[in-house]
C-alpha cells in the first residue's frame, strides 16, 4: 500500500465519530500521525486512537470545545508538543440544528448562535491558530456541506449560512496563506449516514434522494477519500477550491 503521508501530522476536529473518525483512519492508513478532537464522546475518541495505533500511527485525543473561541490556540499547541509539529488541520467538527424556518417563533435562536460558535467561528479560530504554526506546505481542508452552495429545503438558514461562511474564508485564507505554499480548501459532503444524519433525518425532505444525480447518500470513505487527497502531494495546487462529494446536489 501507498502511504503518502508518513512523517506528516494531522488534526482531525471532530474524530470521535461519524466522518471524523473515518477521516482519521483514512490518514492513518496513508501513515500519517493523527491526532484528534472532540467535546464530549472521551470513550468514542479513547476507542479511535486505540484503532489508530493498531494501524502503527502516532494517535492522540484531545478535549477541545469548538464553540469556545480560546480553545484554538491551546488545541493547536498541544498538538504540537505531543507530536512536534502540526502539517495538516481537517476542520470537521460541526453541528447541524435544523428543522424550524427563522420566522418560527418556536425556533431557538441561543442554540442557532452557539451553531454559529460551533460551525463558523469556530472553524475560522482553528484556521487563524493553525496558521501560526504550520510550515511552508502545510494544508487546512474544511468539511462543508452541499447547503453551502445550495439551500434546497427550508428550515436550514443557520446551518446552511455557517457553511458559506466557512468556504468564503477558506477563499480568503488561501490568498493569505498562498505566499507560504499552504492550501485552503473545502470539501462538501452530501448526506452521510452518521448521527447527524440520523437526528435529521425526519427534517430532511423526502424528495432529497430523488433530487440528487447519484440517488444514494454518500459513503463516509468517499468524503474522507477527497480530504485526504487534498492533504496529499497531488494536491499541491488546489486552493481556494471546493471539492463537492454530494452525488450531484448541486449540479
Ligand atoms: N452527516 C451528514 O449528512 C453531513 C452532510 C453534509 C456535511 N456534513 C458535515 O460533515 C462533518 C462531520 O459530520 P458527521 O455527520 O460526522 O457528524 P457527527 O456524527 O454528529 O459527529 C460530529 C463530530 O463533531 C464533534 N463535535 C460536535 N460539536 C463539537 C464541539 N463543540 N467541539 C468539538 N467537537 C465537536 C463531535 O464530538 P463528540 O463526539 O465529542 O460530540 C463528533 O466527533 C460536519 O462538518 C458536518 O457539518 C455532514
Redesign the pocket.
Known amino acids: 500500500m501507498s502511504m503518502k503521508l508518513s512523517g506528516k501530522v494531522v488534526l482531525i ?8 473518525a473515518a477521516t482519521a483512519a483514512a490518514f492513518a492508513d496513508q501513515g500519517a500521525d493523527v491526532a484528534i ?5 472521551e470513550g ?2 479513547a476507542a479511535v486512537v486505540t484503532g489508530l495505533e493498531a494501524k502503527g500511527v502516532r494517535a492522540a485525543a484531545i478535549q ?4 469556545d473561541l480560546t480553545a484554538a490556540g491551546p488545541l493547536m499547541r498541544r498538538v504540537v508538543e505531543t507530536f512536534g509539529k502540526l502539517d495538516i488541520l481537517v476542520n ?5 440544528w435544523q428543522g424550524r424556518t427563522i420566522d418560527d417563533p418556536e425556533i431557538d435562536n441561543a442554540a442557532m448562535d452557539r451553531q454559529w460558535a ?2 463558523a467561528m ?1 472553524v475560522i479560530a482553528n484556521i487563524r491558530a493553525a496558521s501560526k504554526v504550520l510550515p511552508e506546505g502545510g494544508r487546512i481542508i474544511s ?1 462543508g ?2 447547503l453551502g452552495t445550495r439551500v434546497a429545503f427550508p428550515g436550514t438558514t443557520d446551518y446552511a449560512a455557517t ?1 458559506a461562511a466557512v468556504v468564503g474564508y477558506s477563499r480568503g485564507a488561501a490568498r493569505d496563506l498562498g505566499r507560504r505554499n499552504i492550501t485552503v480548501n473545502v470539501v462538501q ?4 449516514d ?4 440520523a437526528s435529521s433525518k425526519d427534517k430532511l425532505p423526502p424528495s432529497l434522494l430523488e433530487s440528487l444525480a447519484i440517488r444514494r447518500y454518500a459513503e463516509v470513505n468517499e468524503v474522507a477519500a477527497a480530504i485526504v487527497f487534498l492533504a496529499g502531494p497531488d494536491a499541491a495546487y488546489i486552493t481556494g477550491s471546493i471539492i463537492d462529494v454530494s452525488g450531484g446536489f448541486i449540479a
Not at 64 to 67: L, M, T, V
Not at 189 to 192: C, I, N, P, T
Not at 194 to 197: I, L, V
Open positions: 476536529t471532530g474524530g470521535s465519530r461519524g466522518l471524523g478532537s472532540y467535546v464530549a464522546s468514542k475518541a477541545a470545545d469548538q464553540g470537521n467538527a460541526a453541528v447541524a460551533i460551525n469556530g468539511v456541506s452541499g457553511k459532503a452530501g448526506v452521510m452518521t448521527d447527524m444524519a
